[in-house]
């Protein structure tokens, strides 16, 4: 079964690119292989339209009401030789996405940008690789849970995209962005055939096939967005119901992924209840 989602993501994510790069704009980070110079444009910057300016700051308090959320703004508006970008635009309406990497000479990441949708606050990602956004669907429909700490948890899901692609090695990441093309291309020519010994030598360059390689990026954004709500809803009488929800999913589509939801979901805000 795993093997036959992986084809056909492969199918859909090849079609739909063609000879493109596959999009894998997020990750985490390390203070190690961020920038150490500082200038005057280091931190965060908030370019925000006029006309969005209420939302986002809505949506940002939200994301500041946990400990980890501010642990991790603190990081970033205080790190030198490092500029993260925070902006709005129609383009995802309700989702969200980061890139635009920039590194130094030395290989350490010195920009990047989230770019949120005008509207994450609606909206809930699939759940085969969302399964921490997606679990909350259920507890908005049952206004358990607001718009704002949906946004919040978009919000996070980028941060970790950001800490991930942090501890990537650039010379990876570079290879990675240069040969998903030609592998796509190899994929839709060859009848889909990911046994074909050139895809399995350039997946064994890259670290994986273009969908292994994404769809570990965006769990590792689940997994921060899941640090988040284990701050935001430890105190609420449903956070139990909430992680069982985001463990049903998991075990239904990121089995392989599974250690690293359970290991937040024993940590101290969640210790009363059971991921068994």
């Known amino acids: ?33 961020l920038g150490s110079s500082a200038s005057a444009d280091d931190g ?43 902006t709005i635009n129609n383009k995802n309406e309700s989702g969200a ?31 085969v690789y969302y399964p921490v956004m997606n679990a909350l669907a259920p507890f908005r429909s049952a206004n358990l849970v607001g718009g704002n700490l949906l946004a919040a948890a978009k919000l996070a899901h980028e941060f970790g995209h950001i800490l991930r692609i942090a501890t990537t090695p650039k010379d990876l990441y570079t290879l990675q ?13 060859n009848g889909y055939n990911v046994n074909d010994p050139r895809l399995v030598e350039l997946a064994k360059k890259m670290g994986g096939n273009p969908v292994e390689i994404w769809e570990d990026r965006e769990y590792w ?11 935001r809803v430890a ?28 290991e937040i979901a024993k940590a101290q805000a969640t210790s009363s209840c059971s991921w068994r």
Request: glycine share 6%; hydrophobic share 40%; proline share 4%.
């Open 1 to 33: 079964m795993r093997l036959n989602r992986s084809v056909l993501s492969l199918v859909f994510f090849a079609a739909c690119l063609g000879a493109s790069t596959v999009s894998f704009a997020k990750t985490t980070t390390g203070a190690n292989r």
């Open 44 to 86: 965060i910057r908030e370019v925000i339209p006029a006309k969005y300016e209420r939302r986002y700051k809505e949506w940002k308090e939200e994301f500041l009401s946990t400990p980890v959320g501010r642990q991790q703004w603190e990081f970033y508006s205080t790190h030198p030789g490092f500029t993260l970008t925070i």
């Open 97 to 127: 996405g980061s890139g635009k990497y920039k590194w130094n000479d030395a290989g350490q990441l010195i920009a990047a940008t989230i770019s949120l949708g005008s509207k994450l606050d609606e909206g809930f990602p699939s759940a």
């Open 177 to 189: 962005v240069r040969l998903v093309p030609v592998y796509n291309e190899i994929f839709l020519s």
């Open 221 to 231: 954004g689940e997994a921060n967005a899941m640090l988040f709500l284990r701050d």
């Open 235 to 262: 105190a609420e009488k449903y956070h139990c119901r909430l992680f069982g929800k985001i463990k049903q999913i998991v075990d239904a589509y990121a089995k392989d992924y599974e250690p690293r939801f359970a």
